[in-house]
């Protein structure tokens, strides 16, 4: 197809802008699937492929995006066909020439563009495979290495649409060759023969005498039967199967009347495409058949090749998980090729030297110690590190080696003896830029080696090391998971030891404390034998010492509850007059002995936080009783509480000799008094440690303002609790509700993290009527919701693979699970992306650190 006035190469590149937008072939999958994979690799939310032209452009692939073209006047892709090259714009925003473009101001609301032109005829550029996002980013060398790869796989798609329909066309073409055959039958390059109702050559032009490599032929125009063959010329040269087959054809034809089409097994490393035609006379009546062979080898040896780069590409995590990869490219480099023998590997450093890890390798053993041998090279216990070898000479020094005569090649090295013969041998370095990263080789092939058979595998080779780079990238996020796996198993199993060690010591030293404050007791108050006045006070003394050891034992125990998570909170609205008060009260006559002034300031009007009534006590008691007993002689203590935001913050000052800046970040640290180890005040150095970890349970924070010389402030905040402070908690934890109960209510966790999936199976385990199951990504969940759908989904929004976006939206697309209640979790706690999660779709938008009294009230909600 030629347009007048137009450049040969533009006008090849409509005609094929033309073809390609009306097709509609299988091979559409190929680019959809393809689109995805742009999509998934790349983390964008739009991948597409685009064809432009003068005035429009439109999207044979779109993934992401409602509309299916544009004008070009607005399009981005219009400046990577101009300049022939990949075009990125990082921040179309705040880009001069795209600002103020619809599609940056509008809908999609493109911030990000990556444009990579597809040249699928070796000519002009045509469209682009190109990535959009709606957040600005960055997009480095090795990204656009990897886009330039993926679209040489558009290409190859593309290529192969305008190969069908060349191939289509000419099949057109073959069904009017009985009419047109004595004009064009010597300009053909398909090989045509007719033979006669007896089986007798009538004629056969000189691409079937080439075919089947005979040098000469009287073809002479005219009549059919002026260019006679004799069958001793053709017949005598066919093998027999395809004699056979042929001949069968032929018999059909002039029995049904109709054409039969059929490819022929590989005749001198040749496969043909035959169309056999009844030969009709002018009144209708068949004399006999033509035969026309359409040579498709190149055209099936492309498909072949571009069914293994598809199918490595898109079926790789499947591929992956079930172990098969690697054989599976390495099978298909044989199939491709005709070798034997193959191998694919990786390139690794081993002692600062590289080294070749064998993934798949064909079976060479000959004998008991050489299959050995085999045996660890498949398992990857072996390496290989000669680098004067034939795979040495491309792993180690990047070369590739050809030779279809490897018995003459100096260098090789020689077999040992009962090797298999090999007498050719190919072996090709797999480059990420100029790092050699693995290898594949093959041997044995009827074809000879040459470079265009390492041209035309060059696809299979850029695959390789894209797939290379996913496993890669795949094992470190698996190390790393198992790492992370083992760390947490072993942090439990020294949680345990701890907690059983020191529940061990509770229960030894708890026995003997029993006994001496019990006798201690007995002496004080006998009435048989009263002590004297110095025995009353050694005995006070060991009542004293031993209540002390017995509340250090207290507290050791409480922070191993802490640390190892078995501690138990009871959140709800608490008064803070009444917490103000109650501190007050109970330590007011310990202020009174020691001289100190205990002063206390309740908000007016009261004000309530969401917390444990119980641990929240103990907090400021342990505040109040340091600043007492750390304070200067007549010195004061004040009590009071100020509201911040949604936070209210409780203060214990005192008049105390105060803390210097270095010692300030010690003093939440276990068993640490600073120089107070050494003066007659008692204490534990636990308090403080206990205190900090349980105002964190509680979402809060603590710490301390100190002056030396002039006294402290310690205090800590809490969230504000949304309940009326009236309403609050005065007296007593057990007179507030607890968290609503439910009955048989299933919850699914989709999370990949470990930290993440044990701190929600403890939340979870604290409330009654629930269960969790976590599975580590949406692909998973998605499989796991269509089987066994539960109550509610919990679903982090930063999942490998597909995104929490995604799958909300492939879930609310289902017919069966498109109403079932979804919570995002997410560490982004901006308002955009707040807002944005909720005009997504979600049911609730909840972010991390999650304050666990608002999730509590949102699965009431949701759960009513």
């Known amino acids: 197809m030629k347009t007048p006035g137009k450049h040969p190469e533009e006008a090849r590149r409509l005609a094929a802008l033309e073809t390609l937008q009306v097709l509609d072939t299988p091979a559409e999958d190929g680019l959809d699937g393809l689109t995805r994979l742009a999509q998934a690799i790349f983390d964008v939310p739009i991948a597409l492929i685009t064809l432009v032209d003068d005035q429009r452009q439109w999207f044979k692939s779109c993934y992401g995006l409602d509309v299916r073209e544009t004008h070009r006047d607005i399009s981005f892709c219009g400046h990577a066909i101009a300049n022939d090259a990949s075009f990125v714009i990082e921040d179309a925003a705040s880009h001069p020439d795209f600002a103020d473009n619809p599609l940056v101001t509008g809908y999609p609301y493109i911030r990000f563009y990556a444009g990579h032109p597809l040249r699928p005829q070796d000519a002009m550029p045509i469209g682009t495979l190109c990535l959009i996002d709606t957040r600005p980013r960055t997009f480095g060398p090795n990204q656009q290495r990897h886009l330039a790869m993926l679209a040489a796989q558009a290409d190859e798609l593309l290529r192969l649409h305008l190969l069908r329909v060349e191939e289509a066309e000419k099949n057109a073409e073959i069904k009017h060759l009985s009419s047109l055959l004595r004009g064009i039958l010597e300009s053909s390059r398909d090989p045509i023969y007719a033979r006669s109702l007896s089986g007798r050559y009538l004629t056969a032009n000189r691409a079937c005498l080439n075919a089947l490599k005979l040098d000469d032929g009287p073809l002479t125009p005219g009549t059919i039967e002026a260019s006679t063959i004799e069958a001793s010329t053709i017949q005598d040269h066919l093998p027999a199967p395809i004699a056979e087959r042929l001949a069968a054809a032929e018999q059909s034809v002039i029995q049904l009347g109709e054409p039969e089409r059929f490819i022929l097994p590989p005749f001198n490393d040749v496969v043909f495409d035959v169309t056999i035609s009844p030969l009709r006379d002018s009144k209708g009546e068949i004399r006999g058949t033509v035969g026309v062979a359409h040579d498709i080898t190149s055209t099936q040896r492309q498909a072949a090749l571009l069914q293994v780069l598809h199918q490595g590409i898109t079926d790789y995590q499947a591929l992956m998980s079930g172990e098969q990869l690697w054989e599976f490219l390495m099978e298909g480099l044989q199939v491709l090729t005709g070798s034997d023998y193959a191998l694919i590997g990786e390139v690794i450093d081993v002692d600062e030297r590289h080294a070749l890890k064998i993934h798949a390798i064909t079976d060479l053993s000959w004998s008991e110690e050489s299959r050995e041998l085999m045996v660890q090279l498949r398992n990857g216990d072996m390496t290989l590190d000669n680098p004067d070898s034939l795979l040495g000479q491309v792993f180690a020094h990047g070369e590739t080696v050809m030779t279809n005569d490897l018995a003459e090649r100096t260098h090789s090295g020689g077999f040992p003896h009962g090797h298999p013969d090999i007498h050719n041998y190919l072996g090709v370095p797999i480059r990420d830029g100029d790092k050699v990263i693995g290898m594949y080789a093959i041997a044995n092939s009827p074809q000879r080696f040459d470079k265009a058979l390492l041209d035309w595998i060059e696809p299979f080779t850029a695959t390789c090391a894209l797939l290379i780079n996913f496993y890669r990238q795949q094992a470190q996020r698996e190390n790393i998971i198992a790492e992370l796996a083992a760390a947490r198993d072993q942090a439990e199993k020294a949680n345990l030891a701890k907690s059983e060690f020191l529940s061990s010591m509770s229960h030894e030293l708890r026995t003997p404390l029993n006994a001496i404050l019990g006798f201690a007791q007995l002496l004080t108050n006998s009435r048989k034998a009263p002590l004297n006045q ?331």
């Open 534 to 864: 110095r025995q009353q006070r050694q005995v006070h003394q060991i009542d004293k010492s031993g209540h002390h050891l017995l509340g250090l034992i207290n507290e050791v125990l409480d922070l191993a509850k802490i640390e190892a998570g078995h501690l138990q909170l009871s959140l709800e609205p608490l008064s803070i007059s009444s917490l103000l008060k109650d501190a007050s009260d109970i330590l007011a006559g310990i202020a009174e002995n020691a001289g100190i002034t205990l002063k206390t300031r309740p908000p007016e009007p009261d004000i309530a936080v969401f917390a444990d009534y119980t641990r929240t006590k103990q907090v400021l008691l342990n505040l109040v009783s340091n600043a007492i007993k750390y304070n200067r002689e007549a010195g004061t203590v004040s009590l009071y509480a100020t509201l911040t935001d949604a936070r209210v913050r409780i203060t214990v000052r005192d008049t105390g000799p105060g803390i210097t800046a270095e010692h300030q970040t010690e003093l939440f640290e276990p068993f640490q008094r600073l120089a107070a180890e050494h003066s007659t005040i008692e204490g534990s150095g636990i308090g403080l440690a206990i205190s900090r970890e349980l105002i964190e349970h509680m979402q809060g924070t603590i710490g301390v303002d100190s002056t030396p010389g002039q006294g402290s402030d310690f205090w800590f905040e809490l969230p504000l609790a949304a309940n009326d402070a009236t309403q609050a908690h005065r007296t007593s934890p057990h007179e507030q509700p607890t968290p609503p109960r439910q009955t048989g209510r299933r919850l699914l966790y989709i999370e990949d993290n470990p930290a993440n999936q044990r701190l929600m199976e403890d939340i979870i385990e604290d409330l009654e009527g629930f269960t969790l199951q976590v599975v580590p990504s949406a692909e998973v969940g998605l499989e796991l919701i269509r089987h066994s759908p539960p109550d509610l989904v919990l679903m982090d929004l930063h999942l490998p693979g597909m995104d929490g976006y995604q799958a909300l939206d492939t879930l609310r697309r289902s017919t069966s699970n498109a109403d079932l209640p979804v919570i995002a979790l997410s560490a982004n706690t901006a308002d955009d992306d707040r807002k944005g999660g909720q005009n997504t779709g979600f049911d609730a938008y909840l972010t991390k650190p999650i304050k666990i009294s608002r999730f509590i009230e949102t699965l009431a909600r949701l759960l009513p």
